[in-house]
């Protein structure tokens, strides 16, 4: 590291500037996207095509500078004295980590730290990761991250969900840390985020009640927006594609292949102290299956401005339009592409927006707080008549929620997080839902204390109280604990424990309508979920570039919510099952010459029991085992992606027995393999990263769910362009 001081006429009153570059130690060559951040501020940049960085208006003083970046080691840079007028010139050459170890993450304890810090299991899915698969969409992003696997729109993480057709969620998703769920449903809408805007995704495995409260039973996921930049930049993607035609003639419902493409831009624009950010996507998949179609819209802006060094506000807006057909279930598997005859014609229509704004103020170096707000309007219709709707259904909801958060450094050693969260719902839903209206409160706090440089320890706790409508209001303390001991600098032991919590939404105590010819009606005595989570693991790193992690987790959940037939004859959400999900997770990570070959392969296994129906439960695979590798030499990027899920013991039986999915008992295991191919045409002097795709490049026919098929093979190519 070189620090050099220039005088500058330039600088008025008592502020100077910090500027630099970014190298990487084992080449000499520029890092691009660094963050730098200035500690116990709200100032901060990232570094440019150039590595280059630039601080303007830094009040005097003596400060802390970090620097950090996927792929190498964090540099913290203390004694930094900034002057009135003068030029603070710092070259920081960051050290490359073969093995990724040690990403700064926040969902865990609600604040900025060092993954090795965590007690619980996190993983994170990068900016990057996200470009090499061509990401569409969230649920995309998540396919290959370890214990975690999608059944239609619902993730599920160790087991702990299954499938519940839409309503409800026991995986919490967050924007920046404040909840995005449909006030009706509680559904997570994995399409209203551009993934344009994204620096990075974490995934929270265990309950996180014990912080985020309802809904984190089975786990978190935040969304992290990307940085603000402070420099002008616009950046263009487009990719289109095709499906391969199947191979049985009893499939092909279509003469011609079925096409999918997407355009999106993004421009970043600095204005005086504010930083603005807008853009906007067009996406549309004609779909392998019969009206399986979507064509969507997206918009979104984000305004960003450090009001002074120590105070910071945000502002974000996005919104999505979209049009769709309705696949419910294939019509049977000699015709394993088509719906029944009476979907043939169904739509769905939506537009979801939300609004977001968030403050934070440093009041010293070792103490500052943070005040988040978000609205998330959702409205959607269909034309799917029944004897309860003749005309179709429709919903309208608004969800608010709020976050009010001090964090406070008292010693080194101590760290306490605190704070309060509100939220509201309201939904007007004519005959299908009703017209509801929810709130809830919670006060949250976290004890965070080092004991040495090997201990660790964090206590902390949450109460969370919920009402809808008139109904008993539920309420529960959800405690937490977590250790974290490093017996040398290669090996770490962790462990912990939590209490999660699930009120039902709205959809699920009174949902009243038919769906695939079944009557599905309200239950106001429904409880909310409940459980308790465990946790041990330990992780090693064997020379410089092999790592794994090995994880034990137990779980103990209580009066599960699940669509069951009652004594009438009808369907009604209810509260029937105790369940207890264990099992192991194997994580291990590569990367050898200069990662110029790197790769991820995990193992899970879950033993999912129902104990009220002594079964195994049900949309649960066993066995997850996920394989990915990267090789990179310039300018050339190739990738290999493989998953396999062992084929689900259980589903849901009644609707075979009812005539309801005629061949809905056949299912297999899944193996599906993924290739990709990148360049860089950077050595031409072209801002240009062209990418080819075949996803299940070897056409395998699978089940992801019962009576509909898995993706067919198909072929995608992407440009994307930054000027």
Same mark, same amino acid.
């Given at each position: 590291?070189?620090?050099?001081?220039?005088?500058?006429?330039?600088?008025?009153?008592?502020?100077?500037?910090?500027?630099?570059?970014?190298?990487?130690?084992?080449? !000499?060559?520029?890092?691009?996207?660094?963050?730098?951040?200035?500690?116990?501020?709200?100032?901060?940049?990232?570094?440019?095509?150039?590595?280059?960085?630039?601080?303007?208006?830094?009040?005097?003083?003596?400060?802390?500078?970090?620097?950090?970046?996927?792929?190498?080691?964090?540099?913290?840079?203390?004694?930094?004295?900034?002057?009135?007028?003068?030029?603070?010139?710092?070259?920081?050459?960051?050290?490359?980590?073969?093995?990724?170890?040690?990403?700064?993450?926040?969902?865990?304890?609600?604040?900025?730290?060092?993954?090795?810090?965590?007690?619980?299991?996190?993983?994170?899915?990068?900016?990057?990761?996200?470009?090499?698969?061509?990401?569409?969409?969230?649920?995309?992003?998540?396919?290959?991250?370890?214990?975690?696997?999608?059944?239609?729109?619902?993730?599920?993480?160790?087991?702990?969900?299954?499938?519940?057709?839409?309503?409800?969620?026991?995986?919490?998703?967050?924007?920046?840390?404040?909840?995005?769920?449909?006030?009706?449903?509680?559904?997570?809408?994995?399409?209203?985020?551009?993934?344009?805007?994204?620096?990075?995704?974490?995934?929270?495995?265990?309950?996180?009640?014990?912080?985020?409260?309802?809904?984190?039973?089975?786990?978190?996921?935040?969304?992290?927006?990307?940085?603000?930049? &402070?420099?002008?930049?616009?950046?263009?993607?487009?990719?289109?594609?095709?499906?391969?035609?199947?191979?049985?003639?009893?499939?092909?419902?279509?003469?011609?292949?079925?096409?999918?493409?997407?355009?999106?831009?993004? #421009?970043?624009?600095?204005?005086?102290?504010?930083?603005?950010?807008?853009?906007?996507?067009?996406?549309?998949?004609?779909?392998?299956?019969?009206?399986?179609?979507?064509?969507?819209?997206?918009?979104?802006?984000?305004?960003?401005?450090?009001? %002074?060094?120590?105070?910071?506000?945000?502002?974000?807006?996005?919104?999505?339009?979209?049009?769709?057909?309705?696949?419910?279930?294939?019509?049977?598997?000699? #015709?394993?592409?088509?719906?029944?005859?009476?979907?043939?014609?169904?739509?769905?229509?939506?537009?979801?927006?939300?609004?977001?704004?968030?403050?934070?103020?440093?009041?010293?170096?070792?103490?500052?707080?943070?005040?988040?707000?978000?609205?998330?309007?959702?409205?959607? !219709?269909?034309?799917?008549?029944?004897?309860?709707?003749?005309?179709?259904?429709?919903?309208?909801?608004?969800?608010?929620?709020?976050?009010?958060?001090?964090?406070?450094?008292?010693?080194?050693?101590?760290?306490?997080?605190?704070?309060?969260?509100?939220?509201?719902?309201?939904?007007?839903?004519?005959?299908?839902?009703?017209?509801?209206?929810?709130?809830?409160?919670?006060?949250?706090?976290?004890?965070?204390?080092?004991?040495?440089?090997?201990?660790?320890?964090?206590?902390?706790?949450?109460?969370?109280?919920?009402?809808?409508?008139?109904?008993?209001?539920?309420?529960?303390?959800?405690?937490?604990?977590?250790?974290?001991?490093?017996?040398?600098?290669?090996?770490?032991?962790?462990?912990?424990?939590?209490?999660?919590?699930?009120?039902?939404?709205?959809?699920?105590?009174?949902?009243?309508?038919?769906?695939?010819?079944?009557?599905?009606?309200?239950?106001?005595?429904?409880?909310?979920?409940?459980?308790?989570?465990?946790?041990?693991?330990?992780?090693?790193?064997?020379?410089?570039?092999? %790592?794994?992690?090995?994880?034990?987790?137990?779980?103990?959940?209580?009066?599960?919510?699940?669509?069951?037939?009652?004594?009438?004859?009808?369907?009604?959400?209810?509260?029937?099952?105790?369940?207890?999900?264990?099992?192991?997770?194997?994580?291990?990570?590569?990367?050898?010459?200069?990662?110029?070959?790197?790769?991820?392969? %995990?193992?899970?296994?879950?033993?999912?029991?129902?104990?009220?129906?002594?079964?195994?439960?049900?949309?649960?695979?066993?066995?997850?085992?996920?394989?990915?590798?990267?090789?990179?030499?310039?300018?050339?990027?190739?990738?290999?992606?493989? !998953?396999?899920? %062992?084929?689900?013991?259980?589903? &849901?039986?009644?609707?075979?027995?009812?005539?309801?999915?005629?061949?809905?008992?056949?299912?297999?295991?899944?193996?599906?393999?993924?290739?990709?191919?990148?360049?860089?045409?950077?050595?031409?002097?072209?801002?240009?990263?062209?990418?080819?795709?075949?996803?299940?490049?070897?056409?395998?026919?699978?089940?992801?769910?019962?009576?509909?098929?898995?993706?067919? !093979?198909?072929?995608?190519?992407?440009?994307?362009?930054?000027?």
């Amino acid at each position: 590291m070189f620090i050099n001081i220039i005088n500058s006429s330039a600088q008025q009153g008592e502020r100077g500037t910090i500027e630099g570059m970014i190298l990487s130690s084992e080449d !000499r060559q520029p890092v691009v996207a660094a963050t730098i951040l200035l500690k116990g501020t709200v100032i901060g940049t990232t570094s440019n095509e150039q590595g280059r960085f630039f601080l303007p208006n830094v009040p005097t003083g003596e400060y802390t500078l970090t620097v950090s970046m996927i792929g190498f080691k964090k540099k913290i840079i203390p004694g930094v004295v900034v002057k009135e007028r003068e030029v603070i010139q710092i070259l920081v050459e960051l050290e490359p980590s073969a093995v990724q170890t040690d990403p700064v993450i926040i969902t865990a304890s609600k604040r900025e730290q060092s993954l090795q810090e965590v007690p619980v299991t996190v993983n994170v899915v990068d900016d990057q990761l996200l470009s090499y698969r061509n990401t569409i969409t969230i649920s995309d992003a998540l396919n290959y991250v370890p214990g975690v696997n999608m059944t239609r729109s619902q993730v599920n993480i160790r087991g702990t969900t299954g499938f519940s057709y839409g309503v409800g969620t026991r995986v919490l998703l967050l924007l920046d840390g404040l909840p995005l769920l449909s006030g009706d449903t509680k559904e997570i809408i994995w399409e209203s985020i551009p993934i344009a805007q994204i620096e990075r995704v974490e995934v929270v495995k265990g309950a996180g009640s014990a912080l985020y409260g309802s809904s984190a039973l089975g786990g978190v996921i935040n969304v992290i927006p990307a940085f603000l930049q &402070d420099q002008p930049e616009t950046r263009f993607r487009m990719y289109g594609g095709f499906y391969e035609m199947p191979q049985y003639d009893s499939w092909r419902w279509v003469s011609e292949a079925r096409f999918f493409s997407g355009v999106s831009l993004i #421009h970043h624009q600095p204005i005086g102290t504010v930083n603005i950010t807008a853009g906007g996507s067009r996406t549309l998949d004609d779909g392998f299956k019969r009206n399986d179609f979507w064509r969507r819209w997206n918009a979104w802006a984000r305004i960003g401005s450090n009001i %002074s060094a120590h105070q910071a506000i945000n502002l974000s807006f996005s919104v999505l339009e979209q049009r769709r057909g309705n696949f419910l279930y294939w019509k049977d598997l000699n #015709h394993a592409l088509e719906p029944k005859d009476d979907q043939l014609t169904q739509r769905v229509q939506s537009i979801r927006w939300s609004l977001s704004g968030s403050y934070k103020q440093f009041l010293s170096n070792s103490v500052y707080y943070s005040v988040k707000v978000s609205w998330f309007r959702s409205r959607w !219709r269909d034309n799917i008549s029944s004897n309860l709707d003749v005309g179709g259904s429709q919903s309208r909801s608004n969800a608010v929620d709020s976050d009010v958060q001090m964090i406070y450094q008292l010693t080194e050693e101590n760290i306490v997080v605190g704070g309060l969260s509100g939220n509201y719902n309201l939904v007007e839903a004519d005959t299908i839902f009703g017209d509801h209206t929810a709130q809830g409160g919670a006060f949250y706090v976290q004890d965070e204390i080092k004991f040495n440089k090997n201990i660790q320890l964090t206590l902390g706790g949450r109460f969370d109280m919920q009402q809808l409508d008139d109904l008993e209001s539920v309420s529960q303390v959800n405690p937490k604990f977590g250790v974290v001991y490093n017996p040398s600098l290669t090996t770490r032991l962790r462990g912990s424990a939590g209490r999660g919590f699930r009120a039902p939404s709205v959809a699920e105590v009174f949902t009243t309508t038919e769906a695939g010819g079944l009557t599905i009606l309200p239950n106001p005595a429904l409880k909310p979920e409940r459980s308790w989570s465990f946790e041990l693991a330990g992780s090693r790193i064997f020379g410089e570039y092999v %790592s794994a992690d090995l994880v034990l987790f137990h779980n103990e959940l209580y009066d599960l919510i699940e669509p069951a037939f009652g004594s009438d004859g009808r369907v009604h959400f209810q509260n029937i099952t105790r369940a207890r999900i264990g099992g192991l997770e194997l994580v291990a990570k590569f990367s050898v010459s200069k990662r110029m070959f790197s790769g991820q392969l %995990s193992y899970t296994h879950i033993k999912p029991e129902d104990l009220t129906k002594g079964d195994i439960l049900k949309y649960r695979p066993r066995h997850l085992f996920y394989a990915s590798s990267q090789i990179s030499v310039p300018p050339f990027d190739f990738g290999v992606d493989f !998953r396999y899920l %062992s084929k689900v013991d259980r589903i &849901d039986e009644e609707l075979i027995l009812l005539g309801v999915v005629p061949d809905g008992d056949k299912r297999v295991p899944i193996y599906v393999t993924d290739i990709r191919l990148g360049v860089d045409w950077k050595f031409m002097r072209l801002p240009l990263v062209t990418k080819f795709h075949i996803n299940n490049l070897f056409q395998y026919y699978y089940v992801d769910f019962i009576g509909n098929l898995g993706p067919l !093979r198909h072929y995608v190519l992407t440009l994307e362009a930054k000027l």
